[in-house]
Structure formats: C-alpha cells, structure tokens
C-alpha cells in the first residue's frame, strides 16, 4: 500500500522558494508513523515520551509548520484551542503539552501548536476568530505589545499563559520552592551557595554580579527566594555569585565556568532548570570536581532528565502537566462563558536525590 505524495494543506512553506516540509518528511526524519507526527502536533496523548521528543526535534530541525486557518477551518469553530510557545522541543514545553492534549481530549476539544519564531503568519487574525481561546506558554510581551513576533491583537479573545503576563496566568510557588531548594542546602551546610537564574530574572551589572529584572515572573520569584534565604541566614552574596542562564542546558554550562572561574567559588549551586543544572553538573565533572562531594548541585522542574543524570539530580519539582490541563479546563469554561477563577499557585514538592551533600571540609572559611 503507498500513501500519497500530495502536499500536506496543512503545512506552510518553511522558508525555502520551491519546498514546502510536509507531514511526510517530519514522520520520515523521525523514524515514526504519519499518525504519530499529526497526534504529536494536535497534542494528543497517546504518544510515548521519548517518541514525543523526537517527533518535536524534527519538527524543529525541518522547519515544519502547521497551518492554523487550514486546521481550524477542517476542526470547526467553536472546539479548537491554541498553544502558543517560542520553541516546541524544550522538555518543559514537552510537559506542558502532556497535560494539556490530555485535558482537550477528555473535553472534545482539538489543540492547534504554534511555534512562534520571529515572524508571524498572516492566518493568525483569522486564526483568533476560529479559535476558541489560546494557552500562551512562558510568554513574554516585547513593549507590551507582542510575544515573539505575536501582537496581542492577534490572539482569541480568551487567553491564559503559563509564567508570564496576562490577564489569566497560571503558575507554581517559584518563590517557596525555592526557598525549598535552599532551605534543602543550608541545612546540608552550605553557605557559599551559588545562583543560575532564568531567562529575564538578572541582568549582568558592572562587575560581573546581576541585577534583579521582573520580565519574568517565574525566574524573578526564583532570585527572590534565592536571596531573601541568604538574608535570612545572615550570608551574604558575593560578587559573581548570581548568573543568568536561558532554560537550555548550554547556558548553564556557560554560568557554571564562570562561577568556577571564581576566586572563591561556590560548594553549592542552586540552578533555576534542570536543563541548566545537568549541564552545570557536566561542566563540574569535566573539570575534575565530584558531584556532590566536591560540588552539590539542585535543579528545578522535576524533568525526566533529572532522574536520568548521573549522579541522579536533586531538584524541586513543579507539576508542569497539571498545569496544561488546569489552562484547558479554563479556556473550555471561559469560553462556554462559564466563571473561571483562577487557582493560587500549585505547590512544589523537594525530591532529594543524589547530586546534593553536605560541604567539603576543607572549603573556605565563610566571609560575612
């Protein structure tokens, strides 16, 4: 049996004059079915976790792009809604995603996935009016005004983000948990502690050191819990101690040589992603350090990459797939014009794994 070697009316032109990336090219260089890229891509959940990650790396690497109008107008108005996020392949994204295809499913509803680049797709105005309400995950609104390239005005009318501004935003406790990661490493013992902040919570100031920022509200209430638990333990916080990484595992290796490159580094690091905490123990590893008897390290997340590293990661976990769905139910309720208050932050939980110890005895005495 052969299948068809038509386009894919779904697909938008990926860039190139002549080809246009398909369905068909996506399965190919996954290695997996068709019906598995389009579950993939509609959010469906059926799709084993490994299989969902290198369905999404394809889709990155190929440039595929759906087309919203041409799904929203074979769906029907009325039970579609929109995910809208900068980059689809982050595990993050991945787990977001998981919870929030699970909730659509359940509700009858189909979810259409937007990767926003740089640029906008003209279909977007007509996509607000066909879509009933659009999950914004991590969103950051450039003046106020757009995200990525995406103007508010784009957008259905019903909308709620994941850890970013809006009218309705869904979060976890950033602050308590981390105030839980470092309660976790002060009663180790530690007390130079080092920070590897998210995207938009610090900026570089003169000097090295970092200045706090509220882009991100999820990043900025990590900083936050990380510095009111050094106050109030009576530590300072030495110049170069707070760095800022992006999520991806290569900025944390980056903020990790420089946090070792210091005069008087760190024996902790407190690191705002478990992405950037794996790639902070890999840095310490390639340098001769032994985790965590030479360095503790905890992330943030409670990713599958964190019980996947070696040695184990100990981090704070948020419930990312609780979440997705939370949005869904929300955006389902608001727009059958139902109430939707929106709940406090979900709590984090501590899992102590084994990248965490108490201090080296011979570490620097501690300068107050």
Do not use: C, W
């Not at 014009?337 to 570490?363: I, M, Y």
């Amino acid at each position: 049996m052969t299948t068809s070697a038509s386009p894919d009316p779904l697909a938008l032109p990926s860039g190139g004059p002549t080809r246009t990336v398909t369905i068909s090219d996506v399965a190919r260089e996954a290695g997996v079915s068709v019906m598995t890229v389009s579950n993939v891509v509609n959010g469906k959940p059926n799709v084993r976790p490994q299989t969902r990650q290198r369905v999404l790396d394809a889709v990155e690497r190929s440039g595929y792009r759906v087309n919203p109008l041409a799904r929203a107008l074979a769906g029907g108005q009325g039970r579609m809604l929109s995910v809208v996020t900068d980059r689809l392949n982050l595990p993050y994204v991945t787990e977001v995603l998981q919870g929030a295809g699970q909730a659509a499913e359940a509700l009858d509803y189909d979810l259409a996935i937007l990767m926003m680049g740089g640029r906008v797709s003209p279909d977007l105005s007509v996509m607000s009016q066909l879509s009933a309400g659009a999950l914004l995950i991590q969103p950051s609104f450039a003046g106020g005004q757009r995200l990525g390239g995406l103007r508010r005005a784009d957008l259905p009318r019903h909308t709620v983000s994941i850890d970013g501004p809006g009218e309705r935003t869904l979060s976890v406790d950033n602050y308590g948990g981390a105030r839980q990661a470092m309660r976790h490493l002060l009663e180790l013992g530690h007390t130079r502690i080092g920070f590897i902040s998210g995207l938009g919570a610090a900026r570089p100031g003169q000097g090295g050191e970092s200045l706090p920022d509220t882009e991100r509200d999820d990043a900025s209430e990590r900083l936050r819990g990380y510095r009111d638990a050094m106050r109030e333990a009576g530590l300072r916080v030495p110049r170069g101690y707070v760095q800022e990484g992006d999520y991806r595992k290569r900025s944390g290796e980056l903020a990790t040589e420089r946090l070792l490159n210091l005069s008087e580094r760190p024996t902790a690091l407190f690191v705002s992603s478990d992405a950037m905490a794996v790639g902070a123990i890999h840095v310490a590893q390639d340098r001769g350090l032994k985790v965590p008897d030479d360095l503790s390290v905890i992330g943030f997340d409670g990713l599958p990459i964190a019980a996947e590293s070696r040695p184990q990661l100990s981090t704070v976990r948020q419930p990312l797939q609780r979440l997705g769905g939370a949005a869904v139910q929300m955006l389902v309720q608001l727009s059958q014009g139902q109430l939707a208050p929106q709940p406090p932050p979900f709590a984090t939980e501590l899992l102590v794994r084994d990248s965490t110890a108490p201090p080296p005895l011979h570490r620097h005495p501690e300068t107050r």
